[in-house]
């Protein structure tokens, strides 16, 4: 799968360039369009829906655009290690990587309970969005640092984490990721975004603003 993006770093769109028989995963929401004849299988439902999309004998292409405004961002892994993501950021990867919410890395986040984030590992490409502008924190080995959870976009495996209540006593989710922040240790690197989707929603519930206005 090759990735080529525009209109970034604002309005990005992905077109996920695939060789002939080659198949990706992709979420279907993010799916704008593909070259004729691709075809597109749609696995599970609701948050959990993954698009398994197959080109024909000719190659295709998929034109993937993330639901909130904001920059792209690609991870090529190699099987040394793997990636957290949040659930939110995910757009597409290759067939190659594997998806896997019940890793060792997630059971030790959530402590076993499903989370607002997923574990990738393999080898191919892997392609994030952010909401807002993307912005990498590269921790060396010692050095630590606190991220809202909503602003977490992705890290690296290597980075030593810990999840909190933001506020004790306060509202939380581990579905939503809601009152909750992490508390980061290098060696590794972190990927966030400028904008928070909570904060839009709450915003928005604030400001009378709801999808029946």
Same mark, same amino acid.
């Given at each position: 799968? %090759? ?9 990005? +769109?992905?077109?996920?360039? !695939? ?9 279907? !929401? ?24 197959? @080109? ?12 909130? &405004? ?8 190699? =099987? ?8 939110? @950021?995910?757009?597409?990867? @290759? ?15 959530? =402590? ?11 080898? =191919?490409? +892997?392609? !994030? ?23 977490? +976009? ?17 509202? %939380?989710?581990? %579905? ?10 290098? &060696? ?7 904008? =928070? ?17």
């Amino acid at each position: 799968m %090759q990735v080529r993006t525009r209109h970034t770093p604002t309005f990005g +769109v992905a077109r996920l360039v !695939l060789a002939p028989g080659e198949a990706v995963l992709a979420d279907p !929401l993010t799916i704008a369009a593909t070259s004729y004849g691709l075809t597109v299988e749609v696995k599970g439902a609701g948050t959990k829906a993954v698009a398994l999309c197959t @080109s024909g004998a000719e190659g295709g292409w998929i034109d993937a655009t993330p639901v909130l &405004p904001g920059d792209l961002h690609q991870i090529e892994l190699d =099987g040394a290690y793997g990636w957290c993501l949040a659930r939110h @950021s995910w757009i597409a990867s @290759s067939s190659t990587v594997a998806m896997n919410p019940e890793a060792p890395p997630m059971q030790a986040i959530f =402590g076993g309970a499903e989370g607002f984030m997923n574990y990738a590992h393999g080898k =191919g490409a +892997v392609v !994030l969005a952010c909401y807002g502008a993307l912005d990498l924190v590269t921790l060396e080995a010692g050095e630590a640092v606190t991220i809202s959870s909503d602003h977490v +976009v992705a890290f690296a495996d290597t980075v030593q984490c810990r999840l909190r209540p933001s506020v004790p006593d306060g509202v %939380q989710s581990i %579905q939503t990721g809601e009152g909750l922040v992490f508390d980061f240790a290098g &060696p590794g690197a972190v990927l966030t975004q400028t904008r =928070g989707p909570r904060r839009l929603t709450t915003w928005l519930r604030a400001n009378g603003v709801s999808s029946r206005s």
